[in-house]
T-cell receptor, first 113, second 115 residues
């Protein structure tokens, strides 16, 4: 079982709709959860992080965390063509010096006009 | 005022050669990383350094040797390049290891092609 799993997509969503991206993780000790966006040929950039159960909103983006079910999701409201990218879920377990961030393989999102 | 920079951006070389990739960050961060992203976009950590000290060394072949002359620089040297080394290599930095946020700031990447 992969440590962080995402549906590779592509996920096609009409402009203006809500895009829903999901991620599951295997380590119950995971503490921090991140969503990175990566445009084709570019480097990943952080969109949001979350470490408490529940929802966290930032503009059009909402991250949702459910530690009991070991999943984290990202909702993008009012989807725009500029949201078309690969979204990488990432997880950190623990806060020791040996903690490392583990990425999922990403979900490719395509917003159709 | 680039935050994390890498050179070169593209690297095309023959099998068996030795090559280096350089990385520098001007964010004042303590921790730096090397990641490899394969053709399927899977981003996997290779090494992390905290204040010039090696912290994480994933199961990476010995042909890969990182060097951190100071906490603002982390270079990657690769010996005897193989076809399977072809990938995009990202350098990244973060403020500190043991933090809940621990946002990673990525460099632009180095696309390595081994022929």
């Amino acid at each position: 079982q992969k440590e962080v799993e995402q549906n590779s997509g592509p996920l096609s969503v009409p402009e203006g709709a809500i895009a829903s991206l999901n991620c599951t993780y295997s380590d119950r000790g995971s503490q921090s959860f991140f969503w990175y966006r990566q445009y084709s040929g570019k480097s990943p950039e952080l969109i949001m992080f979350i470490y408490s159960n529940g929802d966290k909103e930032d503009g059009r983006f909402t991250a949702q965390l459910n530690k009991a079910s070991q999943y984290v999701s990202l909702l993008i409201r009012d989807s725009q063509p500029s949201d078309s990218a690969t979204y990488l879920c990432a997880v950190i377990s623990g806060y020791s010096s040996a903690s490392k961030i583990i990425f999922g393989s990403g979900t490719r999102l395509s917003i159709r006009p | 005022d680039t935050a994390v920079s890498q050179t070169p951006k593209y690297l095309v070389t023959q099998m068996g050669n030795d090559k280096s990739i350089k990385c520098e960050q001007n964010l004042g961060h303590d921790t730096m990383y090397w990641y490899k992203q394969d053709s399927k976009k899977f981003l996997k950590i290779m090494f992390s350094y905290n204040n010039k000290e090696l912290i994480i060394n994933e199961t990476v072949p010995n042909r890969f040797s990182p060097k951190s002359p100071d906490k603002a620089h982390l270079n990657l040297h690769i010996n005897s390049l193989e076809l399977g080394d072809s990938a995009v290599y990202f350098c990244a930095s973060s403020q500190r290891l043991a933090e809940p946020t621990n946002e990673q700031f990525f460099g632009p990447g180095t696309r390595l092609t081994v022929l």
